[in-house]
């Protein structure tokens, strides 16, 4: 009765799985709309997720010689226009301001969609010597995009993100760096959000405005739905000569500096929620969950029931982050509540519990309920949120297999994308024509060539001549 109960709350995925999103993120309190179109207010368990992934991710960055650094908000249009193809790429997001105060600027400023120019103009004032090199720089900061449609994380108006800007002496140097962070985004995204990702570069279509090329990684949403997870850029010396960008060689000669960019964002957020949600609602990677453990007494009006429990959490709270509902409202609403907030465990104890020296653990993945001894408790509640991080990656991994498949024409891609959507593994000739009447014809996107290349056949999917570039195909947010 209370999971029919709870389950009229959230829409079921396979009736509506957009309706189900919205569901999601709103009743889990992860996020609030706002009065401003295509915001979002991040709510505190919201924000606490996102303060988990920062985390873990700038702890990779600064172990990689990063910096971080701040940029400012605003970035004046004739600067905005010294890299023609960064600007031509923007221009349909960019929001621009046109007043201080009452009185008209002279020259419009840009609220940044990203900061390729801010980093190098502040770089062709501190680089002069190949001593200077390589300059790593990141910063945390917000960025604005002028979205038609949005949703929450998803696509947003305004989000938060960290953007990495590096400037090297050489393109080897540049291209190990793109890779390099490329990893870092991998390795977040597969043992810390427990999402598995695909690694590749993006065609030259999809690449960013201004790069020499562009590596992402993929990954695949419940609904078969592709979602770009990251990015990192190799600039070349686009920006540098734009910029003028120079510094001394050992052979006294000037050179223009080879830059990378690399970005990742609260997008993330929504690719977790749809990678490992369910019709309960949300279902939290151990690893970034604001709450690893919900304590919930049971019979708690009975005496010294509340005071163990709150004993318990100061002895827990040394290894996992742990929480107590000491609230009035009902087990069976509490039950439900965290569930819908995808607490990896819940934890119940009661006078009986307490009697045996014994505690009740149920974990969200499975659903499945644990007696564990006092003693054990600590070691156990360790083991079974490592076990829950694996299943839930092994169990994406799965779904991935399951929707991933082959195709050696368009009319087999078409069929594939219909019946079973998910990523299309099919060879390229390296056409844009081709690339275009793709997206034409089955409003599929090409997410990557992926590092790891297969022959999956020997012609192009389009139009039939030989071939040897894999792609992955998919819908996509």
């Not at 291209?175 to 490329?182: G, P, Q």
Request: proline content about 4%; charged content about 30%; aromatic content about 10%.
């Amino acid at each position: 009765m209370m999971a029919k109960e709870f389950v009229k709350d959230i829409t079921s995925m396979d009736e509506d799985f957009a309706q189900w999103y919205t569901d999601v993120v709103t009743k889990a309190d992860l996020i609030d709309y706002s009065s401003v179109r295509g915001s979002m207010i991040i709510r505190p368990y919201g924000y606490a997720l996102w303060e988990n992934i920062k985390n873990e991710l700038d702890h990779r960055i600064k172990e990689t010689g990063h910096e971080n650094v701040y940029m400012p908000l605003f970035i004046p249009e004739s600067l905005l226009q010294k890299e023609k193809d960064h600007i031509e790429g923007f221009a349909p997001e960019v929001a621009w301001v046109t007043h201080g105060g009452s009185e008209e600027l002279t020259e419009r400023w840009c609220v940044r969609p990203t900061s390729e120019v801010l980093f190098c103009e502040h770089y062709k004032n501190i680089i002069h010597s190949y001593r200077d090199l390589p300059k790593l720089y990141n910063q945390w900061a917000n960025v604005v995009r002028w979205e038609k449609t949005t949703r929450p994380f998803l696509r947003t108006l305004e989000f938060l993100w960290q953007e990495g800007h590096t400037c090297h002496a050489t393109d080897e140097e540049a291209h190990d760096e793109t890779k390099r962070m490329l990893e870092v985004y991998a390795d977040v995204c597969e043992n810390i959000l427990a999402i598995p990702v695909i690694k590749g570069q993006k065609t030259e279509k999809e690449k960013f405005a201004g790069a020499k090329f562009t590596y992402t990684i993929e990954s695949l949403m419940h609904d078969g739905k592709a979602l770009q997870s990251g990015t990192s850029h190799h600039l070349g010396d686009g920006f540098a000569k734009a910029f003028g960008i120079q510094f001394t060689d050992q052979a006294g000669n000037l050179q223009y500096v080879q830059q990378t960019s690399w970005g990742f964002t609260t997008r993330i957020i929504g690719a977790m929620i749809m990678v490992h949600g369910d019709d309960r609602g949300l279902v939290m990677p151990p690893k970034v969950a604001p709450t690893q453990v919900m304590i919930v007494p049971i019979a708690q009006h009975k005496e010294g029931v509340l005071d163990f429990a709150y004993e318990l959490k100061d002895r827990l709270s040394k290894s996992v982050r742990v929480e107590i509902d000491a609230s009035d409202k009902k087990p069976g609403w509490k039950f439900n509540e965290y569930e819908m907030k995808g607490i990896p465990l819940r934890l119940e104890v009661g006078p009986k519990d307490i009697e045996k020296g014994q505690v009740i653990l149920a974990r969200r993945d499975t659903g499945e309920k644990i007696i564990v001894s006092m003693e054990e408790l600590d070691e156990k509640l360790n083991q079974i949120l490592d076990d829950i991080q694996k299943n839930i990656f092994q169990k994406a991994s799965k779904h991935r297999e399951e929707r991933t498949s082959i195709a050696s024409n368009l009319d087999h891609l078409k069929n594939n994308l219909e019946t079973k959507p998910g990523f299309v593994k099919a060879m390229w000739c390296g056409n844009r024509e081709c690339e275009d009447k793709v997206k034409e014809e089955t409003g599929a996107t090409s997410r990557c060539m992926p590092f790891e290349q297969e022959a999956v056949s020997d012609k192009c999917v389009c139009c039939g001549v030989t071939a040897n570039q894999m792609v992955y195909w998919a819908k996509a947010y």
